[in-house]
């Protein structure tokens, strides 16, 4: 098993930047991947973006070029980079694992002011 703990959110005016951390503990060798997702009231979890152990990154077209998915393996953390925000981009936003099974994180508010 996983644990995550995501970190970073909060307010930000329309068009900042703001860095969530997604630190993971547990079973880390057995990650293969690890990914952002967030989910607004009433809607499904999408996927942002997600980064394979070897680096491979992946995004979602709503996000590709003002989002970036990075990692630090020396703190076996995950980072997601949000640029240019809008006010459509508020909600919560978790972070989630792939090992031998899916693991996600408590979640962390992103609050964009217009």
């Known amino acids: 098993q996983v644990q995550l703990v995501e970190s970073g959110g909060g307010l930000v005016q329309a068009g900042g930047s703001r860095r969530l951390s997604c630190a993971a503990s547990g079973s880390i060798f057995r990650i293969i991947s690890m990914g952002w997702y967030r989910q607004a009231p009433g809607k499904q979890r999408e996927l942002l973006a997600d980064i394979t152990s070897s680096g491979w990154t992946n995004y979602a077209d709503s996000v590709k070029g003002r989002f970036t998915i990075s990692r630090d393996g020396a703190k076996n953390t995950v980072y997601l980079h949000m640029n240019s925000l809008k006010p459509e981009d508020t909600t919560v936003y978790y972070c989630?694992?792939?090992?031998?099974?899916?693991?996600w994180g408590q979640g962390t508010q992103v609050t964009v002011s217009s």
């Open positions: 989630k694992a792939v090992a031998l099974r899916e693991d």
